[in-house]
């Protein structure tokens, strides 16, 4: 009766044993998972503020103060008026002064920026845009565009994309990109180099 006790005594401790260690991996692992997202959540926020504080902030200081930033690129300007037919329907990500919107009549320009202060905000028209030509304006952010898939014909996105500040963030952004465009559709990127001579991507 004795050794019965002993051995049931025994067989209960290694039964113990075995319920706690996965409990302790599966706390490991939550642990680590914790530790994991709170540093993408670190890493994000820096990037996000670090956007903020050298674009965002910088354009906005631009658009008070200017209303303009550069004039119309002739690669640019042809790209509108040679890849697109009558009515197609294009966005251009990160208008700014919107000074492309409405360079081609024959196409429909949907303009998207993330510095709302391009915009005259009382009377909601365009700066630096004689046409009488009424587009859209979307506030938005390229790395989550509020459009549905295959939606455009084409996408304009002139000195935006350097803007963000990680590889992962770029991505996701050009994904989009391609994710808002009918299969076939025309896309031109253009980015600035570290010497500062201009990439186009077409």
């Known amino acids: 009766m004795k050794v019965m006790n002993e051995e049931n005594e025994i067989n209960c401790n290694y039964s113990s044993e075995l319920n706690e260690s996965p409990k302790k991996q599966y706390q490991n692992q939550q642990q680590q998972q914790q530790e994991q997202l709170s540093e993408m959540m670190t890493a994000a926020s820096r990037c996000l503020a670090l956007e903020q504080a050298y674009v965002h902030d910088v354009y906005s200081e631009i658009a008070r103060e200017c209303g303009a930033c550069s004039p119309v690129r002739s690669h640019i300007k042809q ?83 350097h803007h963000l500040s990680t590889t992962e963030r770029r991505i996701r952004a050009l994904n989009e990109m391609c994710r808002i465009m009918k299969i076939g559709g025309k896309l031109m990127i253009t980015v600035w180099a570290f010497e500062g001579r201009e990439v186009n991507c077409h």
């Open 79 to 161: 790209f509108l008026f040679d890849e697109f037919e009558f009515g197609s329907l294009l966005m251009d990500i990160g208008c700014g002064d919107c000074k492309y919107l409405n360079l081609n009549a024959d196409i429909f320009t949907v303009g998207l920026e993330r510095c709302e202060d391009w915009f005259h905000k009382e009377e909601n028209v365009i700066r630096n845009n004689s046409s009488n030509c009424c587009n859209d304006l979307l506030i938005a952010d390229l790395v989550y565009l509020p459009i549905r898939d295959e939606f455009f014909d084409g996408v304009l996105c002139c000195g935006v994309l």
